[in-house]
Nanobody
Framework: QVQLVESGGGLVQAGGSLRLSCAAS????????MGWFRQAPGKAREFVAT????????YHADSVKGRFTISRDNAKNTVYLQMNVLKPEDTAVYYC??????????????????WGQGTQVTVSS
């Protein structure tokens, strides 16, 4: 089993920045491909970003490209989501997700076996 714990959410004004962290345990972190998803009230959970288990490749949703950056520190068993130039439409619960090995369809929620409990991000206008 893999346990994921997110942190770093909060309230920020539009144009501001936040960095989310997700600490993983229960399995060698270097074997896990990681992703970030978000879910706004009344909406489906949507893909934000993913990073391969090696850290060699990343992929970001068009809606956050150029503003958000996913990264990982295998020594700390942690994946990060740096969020800059935040907009009110970024308001959502942000979830960390993990899957052992490589992922064929990283933007699909069904591609990930493990999920964190989520952290709230609220961007005020």
């Amino acid at each position: 089993q893999v346990q994921l714990v997110e942190s770093g959410g909060g309230l920020v004004q539009a144009g501001g920045s936040l960095r989310l962290s997700c600490a993983a345990s229960g399995r060698a972190f270097s074997t896990l491909s990681m992703g970030w998803f978000r879910q706004a009230p009344g909406k489906a959970r949507e893909f934000v970003a993913t990073i391969t288990y090696s850290g060699g490749s990343t992929y970001h949703a068009d809606s956050v490209k150029g503003r958000f950056t996913i990264s990982r520190d295998n020594a700390k068993n942690t994946v990060y989501l740096q969020m800059n130039v935040l907009k009110p439409e970024d308001t959502a619960v942000y979830y960390c997700a993990a899957q052992v090995g490589s992922i064929i369809w990283p933007a699909r929620t069904s591609s990930y076996a493990y999920w964190g409990q989520g952290t709230q991000v609220t961007v005020s206008s």
